[in-house]
């Protein structure tokens, strides 16, 4: 009796290591897919959002894009013309930098690099 015993559980342990070894690439393989629909989905919405921008830079003509106000000018164009360092200093505090690369990433859109 104690041989059909010992053999009863070599075999149950067995099985329960094929379960374990086959259910690792599973999971493993489940985890590639996810990941390569994820990458999928990023491109894709990546490729709408290019593509939308040209559509909108193209719609423009050189009217349009003319007479749009732009607030850096308009910052620009009232800063004091005094020549004091306070009001120097007030006018530069005052100068937004934050957009001046903008443009560069503009042409860089429109000239597909």
Do not use: C, H, R
């Not at 006018?91 to 930098?97: E, G, H, P, Q, S």
């Amino acid at each position: 009796m104690e041989g059909n015993n010992s053999n009863q559980n070599l075999n149950t342990q067995q099985q329960s290591e094929a379960q374990k070894k086959s259910v690792g690439p599973i999971i493993g393989i489940a985890i590639i897919v996810i990941i390569i629909i994820f990458g999928g989905l990023y491109y894709w919405g990546a490729q709408i959002n290019t593509q939308e921008i040209k559509d909108e830079q193209e719609s423009l003509t050189a009217e349009q894009i003319e007479s749009q106000e732009d607030l850096s000018v308009k910052q620009l164009e009232t800063q004091s013309t005094s020549d004091e360092i306070a009001d120097i200093e007030t006018d530069i505090n005052a100068t937004d930098l934050e957009n001046l690369d903008q443009e560069l990433e503009n042409i860089d859109l429109e000239f597909s690099f």
